[in-house]
Nanobody
């Protein structure tokens, strides 16, 4: 079993930056892929970014390409989402997720086994 706790959300003006962190505990962190998803009010949860078990491969959705970066520190059991040039449409609850089945990057909700409680990101215009 894996426990995930996100932090770093908050209120920021458009054009600003935030760094989300996700602390993992339980199963050996360096053996599985991690992902970030977000869910805006009234919308379905959507994929944002994923990183492979060793950080050798990372993928972000096109809408955040060039603005968001995903990274991980296996020594600290942490995964991060650096968000720059934030836009009002980035407003959502952001979730980190662990995919124990896969080591490579994954994009779909059903490919992830454990989820954090989420952290709210609000971008004002």
């Amino acid at each position: 079993q894996v426990q995930l706790v996100e932090s770093g959300g908050g209120l920021v003006q458009a054009g600003g930056s935030l760094r989300l962190s996700c602390a993992a505990s339980g199963r050996t962190f360096s053996t599985y892929a991690m992902g970030w998803f977000r869910q805006a009010a009234g919308k379905e949860r959507e994929f944002v970014a994923s990183i492979s078990w060793n950080g050798g491969s990372a993928y972000v959705v096109e809408s955040v390409l060039g603005r968001f970066t995903v990274s991980r520190d296996n020594a600290k059991n942490m995964v991060y989402l650096q968000m720059n040039s934030l836009k009002p449409e980035d407003t959502a609850v952001y979730y980190c997720a662990a995919s124990l089945t896969f080591r490579a990057t994954k994009r779909f909700v059903h490919e992830y086994d454990y989820w954090g409680q989420g952290t709210q990101v609000t971008v004002s215009s």
